[in-house]
């Protein structure tokens, strides 16, 4: 078993760099504040004995030896990078759950024959630069070095500079270092365990994600003298598709989302009928043929919707990562580990995208969720239990230990 | 006949000052420039033989004398203020084809029985400070002259202060100035003029309005892990409301009106489900009947979407302006001219609020409309023929001398 008032007080005490005010952290990707977060958890790895590693694009392995040293590792891993309005859970419990398992290891003595590792990625959440998940998508091939490097904030400031500037931009080529499973604890960010009083989510894999830029192009004109009949209202138009977004995603269960999140209205006043509406689109699920149906269908809606209005409407692709599947064998392993230590247990499809999805593509890979209270994250108000965060890594700790034989 | 030439080259001199880069006029009220504009009208008053007043929110009335002048003057004008991205027309024509009537009277010595008098009222367009058609609506009494005085820019300063700065607080009593009866010219605003081929709108009216603000509260929560079932979508609610506006405005033709001009999407992320989303509804109709039905269906609709989506939701009235059937005197005014000068000509109800919805309280009052390109105003390319505009100012002529009494 883990010890959970260390994991809580690490986690507790790595919040503090960059806490905000309402209880949450601020902490952006390859700031002062990410520095001083990254030498933390070093100087705890350091203490617990292991030997640190970091790639080019500044994804940082901790290596516990294993008696086999030519076996590839079992790794678990997570970010510690925040949103800008961030949690203390998000991506954090992850890594220190996996320290955790490392020094509960160390506590007890025990061996393992592949090597142990701690990793965290570079720039998940992709607040500051975009892509998100970006130290995790160099290290799979998603996209290339020189891509990320040449990333900008919003000041201009590149990916590559601040690298160098923290001193994190490591030498190992990205996409070197072995991996012979990969597992990552996580808070759900979802409302599904609370909701059916489960403390343990498997894991069986994540939705894939479809991002859509809508522009609809009507005619400007004053609210009062324009009949309705001479009227190209972008919004009137608009509006339909955003419900239609909604309608495809509830037409798909228990897996079909349909989000329309950000909206711009030009010139946005009370007495001017819309000219302009932009709009983002978010659809997800489970499998490439359903994502596939539902793709299709908001572009046969957005064709129909232009022929009828009249209007020009353009709709255009500007994300999208296929649904992921994790690999049975570390399903498996966790599912057992659930069953060794007797939690309350679901199985929960990650809805948002994790680094695992990206390890997924190299080594077989799996995920443990927590609850977090109201399906909350991404927000100063992100909360999850002590308890549940112990019961996670007692998951983590035996399904690793499965994989690394004890 | 009045001097069209004369007219046009007035209206473009008037134009250079705040003139824009892309053709456009920006002169907000009580301005250094409005300042400037104001002293041009009322030089070109005085060059025409007229005595000039200030009342004590800077309406301006220049008078030329009747053979009567125990008669209450007949008054034509409109404002010389602008909006910020505005045109050479809107409001401008008006005060300059009253001028332009008694510049031609002059010109032929003509004598009228009442006197005849040149308006133009303080800040119209509320663009700089709120409410709107603020000079007219202290010299009817729709509100106090100490509200209007309190009234701030967003950088502080009050009207009260800048009228003071630019020596246009006059000295006489808002309401006190007798009207016999007020015309206003004025570009239509609207396509419908041009849709049907015609140079002269009579205005037997204008819309009544109302405007609400629309607040719906839901949940914020990730766009990946929240199952639809588990939603509070306060963007899929509102997009049902917005519909509605517009389906209550083509419910009631042909003058209902029903827009949604300005929205704002909280937090606005693209993978976070909108927790609040707010928008403002325009409602407009001929008769206060048909537009509390109006108000009616959409109170009565949002409660059964607040009902059936268990979401709150707020409707709040923000301003509300009675429809303004004008004087039949006046109408027939007008109307009268246009046959008398055979102009091409049709009914227009003005779907936009003037400064002769206020005059309208205390005297008969009318309009005559004349096209604008493509029914755009409110918009630096705002445009009108220098033909439709002079044969508008012909029908001023008659209209007024029918009513001052040759
Ligand atoms: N975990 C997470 O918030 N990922 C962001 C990308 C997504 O919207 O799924
Ligand atoms: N003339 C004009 O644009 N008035 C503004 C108020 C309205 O929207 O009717």
């Not at 393992?112 to 992709?126: D, H, L, Q, R, Y």
């Not at 990650?350 to 680094?355: I, L, T, V, Y």
Request: glycine residues 10%; aromatic residues 6%.
């Amino acid at each position: 078993r883990i010890n959970g008032e260390r994991l809580w007080s690490s986690l507790m005490e790595l919040a503090q760099i960059g806490a905000t005010a309402k209880g949450g952290v601020k902490r952006l990707a390859l700031t002062d504040l990410d520095k001083q977060g990254r030498d933390l958890v070093v100087s705890w790895g350091k203490q617990a004995g292991m030997s640190i590693t970091i790639d080019q694009i500044g994804n940082v392995f901790m290596r516990r030896a294993g008696r086999n040293s030519a076996l590839p590792p079992v790794m678990s891993g997570s970010h510690i990078d925040t949103q800008p309005t961030g949690g203390k859970f998000d991506g954090n419990y992850g890594v220190l759950a996996a320290l955790e398992v490392v020094r509960t290891l160390n506590d007890h003595h025990i061996e393992t024959e592949a090597p142990i590792e701690v990793a965290f990625w570079t720039n998940e959440e992709g607040s500051r630069f975009v892509p998100v998940m970006m130290g995790s998508g160099v290290f799979c091939g998603a996209f290339t070095l020189e891509t990320a490097y040449a990333a900008k904030d919003t000041e201009g400031k590149t990916v590559g500079d601040e690298l160098e500037r923290i001193g994190y931009k490591g030498t190992e080529v990205p996409g070197q270092h072995p991996i012979g499973a990969y597992f990552e604890t996580h808070i759900e960010q979802g409302p599904v365990l609370e909701d059916a009083d489960k403390v343990i989510g498997v894991v069986p894999g994540v939705l894939g994600l479809s991002w859509y830029d809508c522009v609809v192009t009507g005619m400007e004109a004053h609210a009062g003298p324009t009949p309705m009949g001479l009227r190209k209202d972008a919004l009137q138009v608009a509006t339909g598709i955003m419900q239609e977004v909604v309608n495809i995603g509830n037409r798909y269960p228990p897996y079909g989302r349909g989000t329309v999140g950000m909206v711009q209205v030009f010139p946005n006043s009370r007495n001017v009928i819309p000219g302009e509406v932009k709009f983002s689109i978010d659809l997800r699920n489970v499998s490439s043929e359903l994502l596939d149906t539902m793709h299709q269908e908001i572009l046969a809606f957005v064709e129909q919707t232009s022929n009828n209005s009249g209007l020009h409407i353009s709709v255009e692709r500007v994300s999208y990562y296929p649904p992921c599947p994790f690999h049975s064998d570390c399903v498996d392993a966790v599912r057992n580990a659930t069953a060794t230590l007797g939690c309350s247990t679901m199985d929960v499809v990650s809805g948002a995208g994790h680094d695992a999805i990206y390890t997924a593509r190299l080594a077989p890979s799996g995920m443990i969720f927590v609850p977090c209270k109201d399906g909350i994250s991404h927000n100063e108000i992100e909360d999850a239990k002590p308890e549940h965060l112990a019961a996670g890594c007692n998951v983590l700790l035996h399904a690793m230990l499965a994989k690394a034989q004890r």
